[in-house]
């Protein structure tokens, strides 16, 4: 076993100040960690209000199948906008920013790496091949472990009044499982180490719940939010849409989970996960493992994350849990990141290895009207990640080798 104790004294750096980032210093301080929290202009005068002077407020139900939980009131040793200051000295680097700020926090971050650091990324969204082509062009040699995760350890949500971003973030669930991977594999063994030193991942590191991924693609493949998200969202418009105006009472107490869910979708969300499944066996990676059931009720296969696989709230149930969390528009990170990220990804993997993705392709198509944009041109594609250039053996090869 890779041995990394030396991160147990360091300081843990966290870049991006939103719910996750906010999560995840508050968790980290509270566990006894020392925590620099750095977030980027524009975003940073809302991001940190109040943080150096109040600390961040952690509360909330965390519901999760080991009753795990830790609140109060986390002080941060440094709030700043450098992401030199927050990661100098640091041991673990903790990126939460959402898909489209990883190239200008990894711009910042590269100049700034120490040998020895891990790099921890939720979710991943490819965000470690990036990282790992942007070094590489960058000539940067440092001797860091990298790696992403399939998913947040927490639902959370930033408390926001009148427009304010307030210090306060609420963790309405833990997860008790994610999938994690190294970029390459052969770090794999430290990277997951690692994650016994992030207290942020307690829940799931004290019960045995990490679950090794098959490379940094079968932790993009297992990123629950696309399969999830853009059907619920694209499908359940109408619901969305009408939520407060003819019927709901407050339009702020939207879920997707809870109001626009039914069989129908269920059925379009798991053809959605079988295209996933067939690409990642064409191309020789793993995928996380769903039964079908897993996918037809309430929580979809998101609830298996925080209360393991028997948990089923069914269709007929309400779901009071996820009441507030959207999205209240279709201008939203579940169409705006998932589609372009996620879905387009899937979408040049499965035309370059010979993998037809109808209901995947029928999601870009749909958002591409909704939203009035072109996401087949304006997504992420395989030369932006470093991989456009590979077929089957040098794709894995790379995940596996860094070679």
């Not at 909330?60 to 700043?80: K, M, Y």
């Not at 696989?309 to 009441?323: A, K, L, N, S």
């Not at 030369?383 to 590979?390: F, H, T, V």
Request: charged fraction near 20%; hydrophobic fraction near 40%; charge should be negative.
């Amino acid at each position: 076993m890779a041995s990394m104790e030396y991160l147990k004294d360091k300081p843990i750096a966290v870049l991006g100040a939103g719910a996750v980032g906010k999560a995840q210093a508050a968790d980290c301080a509270l566990a006894g960690a020392k925590v620099r929290l750095c977030d980027l202009s524009p975003f940073a005068e809302k991001t940190l209000f109040g943080v150096k002077e109040s600390g961040i407020n952690f509360y909330g139900p965390q519901l999760n199948l080991h009753s795990f939980e830790r609140s109060g009131i986390a002080r941060v040793d440094l709030v700043t906008e450098s992401v030199a200051e927050a990661v100098k000295g640091a041991g673990l680097v903790v990126i939460t920013t959402p898909a489209f700020g990883h190239q200008v926090f990894f711009e910042k971050l590269i100049p700034c790496l120490e040998d020895g650091m891990v790099i921890h990324i939720f979710p991943d969204n490819f965000g470690s091949l990036l990282l790992r082509k942007m070094m590489r062009e960058a000539g940067c040699a440092k001797k860091v472990v990298i790696g992403g995760w399939s998913s947040s350890p927490y639902g959370s949500r930033v408390d926001i009044k009148g427009g304010v971003v307030l210090p306060r973030v609420r963790v309405y669930y833990r997860a008790i499982t994610l999938r994690g991977a190294a970029m390459p594999m052969i770090d794999q063994e430290a990277f997951l180490e690692s994650a016994n030193y992030l207290g942020s991942m307690d829940c799931i590191t004290q019960n045995g719940g990490i679950d090794a991924g098959d490379t940094a693609l079968d932790i993009g493949f297992s990123n629950v939010n696309p399969v999830l998200h853009c059907p619920g969202t694209i499908l359940g418009v109408g619901v969305m849409e009408n939520w407060g105006v003819i019927y709901g009472t407050d339009k702020y107490d939207y879920s997707i989970y809870s109001h626009a869910y039914c069989p129908s979708i269920a059925k379009v969300q798991y053809s959605f996960y079988r295209e996933q499944c067939a690409i990642a066996e064409k191309i020789g990676v793993g995928i996380q493992p769903f039964d079908k059931k897993q996918f037809f009720h309430r929580e979809s296969i998101l609830g298996a994350e925080y209360m393991g696989p028997d948990y089923v709230i069914p269709f007929d149930q309400q779901d009071y849990i996820q009441y507030g969390t959207g999205p209240f528009d279709i201008n939203n990170r579940y169409i705006t990141e998932d589609i372009p990220v996620g879905c387009h990804i899937y979408h040049e993997l499965g035309r370059v290895f010979g993998v037809k993705t109808p209901i995947i392709d029928s999601m870009i198509n749909l958002a591409n009207v909704m939203m009035e944009t072109d996401y087949y041109q304006n997504g992420y594609t395989l030369d932006y990640l470093g991989l456009g250039d590979k077929d089957k053996d040098a794709l894995n090869c790379y995940l596996r080798e860094g070679a």
